[in-house]
């Protein structure tokens, strides 16, 4: 357990004398060192004349209990000292406010009552972190030369801030939670924590747990024996002993329902599993990564999720920023994307010009990365040029939105099997029968896409398909 340094001194902010009392009592066992005030004025005062290196703050300071006092004093906080830890405090049914504190540049919150130990290991990490977060403790070429974040692109304070903590926290066993919006790169990240950690010789296993049915959620993720149930026909290794010794990514966690939520609580707490028909148990040697575009706080709250394995998850939280929050980073990303883009079609190389990079940067990109890289492919496959511009975009764009309107009124009244097929002669059509290209715009393989050609009694050109495997 690292070791508190002898001056770190932390600000606690309630207008409870009871909670005062008792979080400075707690934090003088942890060997911090504390000042406390009852009011959002004196707490200003306080950090303005006084050394501190970690805020706990309540949201309430009168009779009035909407938050927004406890949200002003945030603000205050980080327009002034914007690099300051600032933990909040609130009660379960203020959890979604606590949130909105969260994303306003809180760096984390805890409920009343608090578990003394949870709390001891939050205030450690966030002190920690805080310290790897520090301006000018390292930019992206001084990351680069410390860790591995292939594929994370970008150079935008946010995202920084964001490797600093995958390289501070990688090399622990700490179970990490990685929030994010759809297609910000959760899965980048989690591969960068495996990548760095001392697990990286090891597999890292990566399940969507939105996909997994409940019926089969402990065959899934702890195996069976044979004969364990009337299609057990042979031993099955589940998810947890396939990523033995290495790293388990929990993807879609907020999809779990409460009772298999039960079951993986259970292995977390105890460390072992037992197969589905097996008469031991076994070691469940494996660093959980998990992953939401939920808030999976606000589904506590609700009652969605279990407050015990939600705190089992998030010792450590990532929060990756969206897109439109670092448009810094678009050009880089743009760039980088389409080279990728190129070298995975066999193409001659595609430059972006500034027009282009322009129109890309002024986008909001609510689907994020995924949405801009989609953005890219479509362009580059409908124009064909060495160099695209702004206009090149907006011609795929305006192609797209025909073909969408154009395919809806083709669907309506039609099976799910016509629809596919109609889809497919679409990509076929736009592709001029080029296999690769056409498995690609539609997610497939190319073995599956050959089976519902076959299906569908779709012809291809087979000397398209051959070309392109040769490039």
């Known amino acids: 357990m690292p070791a508190v340094l002898a001056n770190q001194r932390i600000l606690i902010i309630d207008d409870d004398s009871s909670v005062l009392v008792s979080l400075a009592l707690l934090l003088k066992q942890s060997g911090y060192a504390s000042v406390s005030c009852d009011d959002p004025q004196q707490a200003m005062q306080i950090l303005a004349t006084q050394e501190i290196d970690l805020v706990l703050q309540d949201m309430n300071f009168s009779l009035q209990t909407s938050g927004e006092e406890g949200l002003a004093l945030l603000a205050n906080i980080k327009r002034l000292y914007p690099?300051?830890?600032?933990?909040?405090?609130?009660?379960?049914?203020?959890?979604?406010?606590?949130?909105?504190?969260?994303?306003?540049?809180?760096?984390?919150?805890?409920?009343?009552?608090?578990?003394?130990?949870?709390?001891?290991e939050l205030i450690?990490?966030?002190?920690?972190?805080?310290?790897?977060?520090a301006p000018g403790s390292a930019d992206r070429q001084a990351l680069d030369q410390q860790y591995d974040f292939t594929d994370i692109i970008g150079e935008h304070p946010e995202l920084l801030k964001v490797l600093a903590t995958i390289g501070r926290v990688a090399k622990t066993n700490a179970p990490v939670l990685i929030l994010g919006e759809s297609g910000t790169g959760k899965e980048l990240i989690a591969d960068a924590l495996h990548r760095n950690s001392p697990r990286?010789?090891?597999?890292?296993?990566?399940?969507?747990?939105?996909?997994?049915?409940?019926?089969?959620?402990?065959?899934?993720?702890?195996?069976?024996?044979?004969?364990?149930?009337?299609?057990?026909k042979s031993d099955r290794k589940g998810h947890f002993a396939m990523a033995s010794q290495g790293s388990l990514f929990l993807d879609e966690i907020g999809e779990l329902n409460r009772n298999d939520q039960v079951k993986l609580l259970r292995v977390l707490q105890n460390q072992t599993y037992q197969a589905v028909?097996?008469?031991k148990s076994e070691q469940a040697d494996v660093r959980i990564i998990s992953a939401t575009n939920r808030e999976l706080a606000e589904?506590?709250?609700?009652?969605?999720?279990?407050?015990?394995l939600y705190y089992r998850l998030n010792l450590i939280t990532i929060r990756l920023p969206p897109l439109r929050e670092r448009r810094s980073d678009i050009p880089l990303l743009a760039n980088r994307l389409m080279a990728s883009l190129v070298n995975s079609y066999g193409m001659e190389a595609v430059s972006l010009a500034p027009s282009a990079l322009q129109w890309l940067g002024s986008r909001s990109w609510p689907g994020n990365i995924r949405q801009l890289r989609q953005c890219l492919e479509r362009t580059l496959l409908l124009v064909g040029k060495p160099v695209l511009e702004q206009q090149d975009f907006l011609f795929a764009e305006q192609h797209e939105e025909a073909q969408g309107q154009d395919m809806s009124a083709s669907m309506a009244g039609m099976t799910l099997?016509?629809?596919?097929?109609?889809?497919?002669?679409?990509?076929?059509?736009?592709?001029?029968?080029?296999?690769?290209?056409?498995?690609?715009?539609?997610g497939l393989s190319r073995f599956s896409l050959y089976r519902r050609l076959e299906k569908h009694q779709i012809s291809t050109n087979e000397n398209d398909a051959d070309t392109e495997d040769q490039q």
């Open 83 to 120: 690099a300051m830890p600032v933990l909040l405090m609130t009660a379960w049914g203020s959890i979604a406010l606590a949130v909105r504190g969260v994303k306003l540049g809180a760096a984390d919150f805890f409920t009343k009552p608090w578990s003394n130990t949870q709390l001891q």
């Open 124 to 133: 450690r990490t966030t002190l920690d972190l805080a310290q790897a977060a």
């Open 200 to 232: 990286t010789n090891k597999p890292i296993v990566k399940v969507n747990m939105g996909a997994v049915t409940s019926s089969l959620f402990e065959s899934e993720m702890f195996g069976h024996v044979r004969g364990a149930f009337t299609d057990a």
């Open 277 to 279: 028909g097996a008469s």
């Open 299 to 308: 589904l506590v709250a609700s009652n969605e999720f279990r407050e015990d």
């Open 417 to 442: 099997d016509q629809v596919e097929k109609l889809m497919i002669e679409k990509a076929m059509e736009q592709h001029q029968g080029n296999i690769t290209r056409v498995a690609k715009l539609l």
